[in-house]
């Protein structure tokens, strides 16, 4: 082995795909010194992963890389809604998801809406954002080996191109790298949940006439349900790229040997309804629906991020998102015990915060891909979960040690969207004057604690006890008028929007979780801040 020493950095992502490049530009956000391996010599080429729901949005325009994101998107900025088609040229056809014209319906709750973005326009942003932040990002690495011990991790790594091996120290290990997460298997840690759900191969191919066969409703997806034609299409371009998902059934005796050039042209043709359709296949690559989640997130120094904690079905386009809001949950937590103002005891909160959310919103999905009779999925009965996706993406709640006063036994995503500032969920979005400039309470959220306030003596006493326990947090006089810190001119109340009281105050966690709340001024403020702070921080 040509060995050329020992390397250190703090964190080792392993994975460098959507999830691992956002676990790169958080880390990096916070000024915490990291390195991503990528066995591929490159971001990927392959469109799909296109869903950037509102709350991944929100996190990407904290990070300052949403208008980069929305011009990589601006092709498909039109596109909206889910299309069920009998063939493309036929007259049967209708929404499956609404076409969202005018106000989008996360307005009034987001500081930002949703985006479609495929992965291989949003992943170069990714990249260059990480390594704007300082992130040493190496492609064509791999992960060879690793050991652990109480003091770190040892990684053995291999540049594909030289083959030259070396060794990397790490505090910590994130695998961000995918579905069957060689980590993960090293580990041995298995899997909970349904299990493999459909197959699929996704063809890109080229068609200039396909646009005047589509129409000029432009969809995000459309669903083909004539059986010869049977599949998933996505434009690319809008104008002659396309993306079809063909139906792969290795039960019966389906290899991928089976989709050929000449069987992809004729399938596509047949969904179309379009004989002599002019198709030019430019590749394919499988891709599987599972209901799967890892059964720990967590073993010593190592974390499991992204689809190698958790699989879910296509439909509501939760994988890569609920990925990379795990990247994001961790990535404060980690920096908090490397910079010393959190014990280690905190990590423990992730695994107790991100596992129950990726199992219900898995179901969720799974439940979506039988309602929309997903191509591929023979499961044609769906439960009556009320539900809705929105609610899914945004309103799902933590119950950890890292939350004071979430209620123990309340569903993980409850029944209707009701963000009020209940400790465990995302804090409340409104539009506040800061400096003169108008931002989103949201927009405050990323490097520090935030106490929001109605007064000056809570301020004074967060000041005493950030200095006192030698860690960020900003507080905030929050109220309509030029007397506070956070103007809410004529937007509602910040108290009522916050379900406290015009005395009490709101603690936000630096991923934008509400971590406590109090309804009025206790009697020692400094007091009782620094207990809460002290038990949240697991100091």
Not at 225 to 244: A, I, R, Y
Not at 282 to 294: I, L, M, S
Not at 374 to 379: A, F, N, R, S
Not at 434 to 441: E, P
Request: proline share 6%; hydrophobic share 35%.
């Amino acid at each position: 082995m040509n060995d050329r020493g020992d390397d250190y950095v703090p964190v080792l992502i392993v994975g460098g795909s959507l999830v691992g490049l956002s676990a790169s530009v958080f880390l990096g956000r916070l000024g915490i010194q990291h390195c991503v391996v990528e066995r591929h010599a490159a971001t990927s080429a392959h469109p799909r992963g296109r869903g950037n729901n509102m709350r991944t949005m929100e996190l990407f325009r904290t990070a300052r890389l949403e208008p980069e994101i929305r011009k990589a998107a601006a092709t498909l900025s039109r596109n909206h809604g889910i299309l069920q088609v009998g063939t493309l040229r036929g007259e049967n056809r209708r929404w499956l998801s609404p076409r969202i014209t005018g106000r989008p319906p996360e307005a009034d709750l987001c500081s930002t809406v949703r985006c479609a973005c495929s992965q291989n326009d949003l992943e170069p942003v990714l990249l260059q954002g990480a390594r704007d932040l300082g992130g040493d990002v190496r492609f064509s690495t791999e992960l060879l080996s690793f050991t652990q011990d109480g003091n770190g991790v040892r990684a053995v790594l291999r540049a594909r191109g030289s083959g030259e091996t070396y060794t990397m120290h790490a505090n910590y290990l994130l695998a961000a790298d995918g579905p069957r997460s060689p980590v993960r298997e090293r580990l041995g840690i298995k899997h909970s949940g349904t299990g493999d759900l459909f197959h699929n191969v996704s063809v890109t191919f080229r068609s200039k006439r396909l646009r005047e066969v589509a129409g000029e409703q432009r969809f995000v997806v459309c669903y083909v349900t004539d059986p010869s034609g049977e599949g998933v299409l996505l434009p690319v371009d809008n104008e002659e790229q396309w993306v079809f998902h063909v139906p792969w059934f290795p039960e019966r005796g389906q290899t991928l040997e089976h989709f050929t050039d000449d069987r992809c042209i004729e399938h596509i043709r047949a969904a179309a309804g379009v004989r002599d359709l002019d198709v030019e296949i430019t590749g394919r690559a499988p891709w599987h629906a599972a209901d799967r989640v890892a059964n720990k997130y967590r073993d010593g120094r190592v974390f499991l991020i992204g689809d190698s904690a958790h699989e879910m079905p296509p439909t509501g386009a939760f994988g890569s998102n609920t990925g990379i809001q795990d990247a994001h949950n961790l990535a404060w937590k980690i920096a908090a015990v490397l910079r010393g103002w959190a014990g280690s005891g905190l990590l423990e909160s992730y695994e107790a915060e991100r596992r129950p959310v990726a199992q219900a919103t898995s179901a969720r999905a799974t439940l979506q891909a039988a309602r929309e009779q997903h191509p591929g999925y023979t499961v044609r009965s769906a439960s009556n979960d009320p539900t809705d996706l929105m609610t899914t993406a945004l309103g799902y709640r933590y119950v950890s040690g890292a939350v004071i006063g979430a209620p123990p036994d309340a569903p993980i995503i409850p029944d209707q969207l009701r963000l009020r500032g209940e400790p465990g969920t995302r804090a409340p979005h409104m539009w506040v004057t800061r400096y003169g400039a108008t931002v989103s309470t949201v927009d405050l959220y990323e490097r520090s604690f935030v106490l929001l306030c109605g007064g000056q003596r809570w301020r004074s006493a967060a000041d005493t006890v950030a200095q006192k326990l030698n860690m960020p947090l900003d507080s905030y006089a929050i109220g309509s008028g030029a007397g506070y810190d956070l103007d809410t001119g004529d937007g509602p109340d910040w108290s009522s929007v916050h379900g406290t009281t015009p005395e009490g105050a709101v603690l936000v966690r630096p991923d934008g979780f509400v971590a406590w709340r109090a309804d009025g001024e206790p009697e020692d403020m400094e007091r009782a801040l620094t207990d809460v702070l002290r038990t949240v921080l697991g100091r």
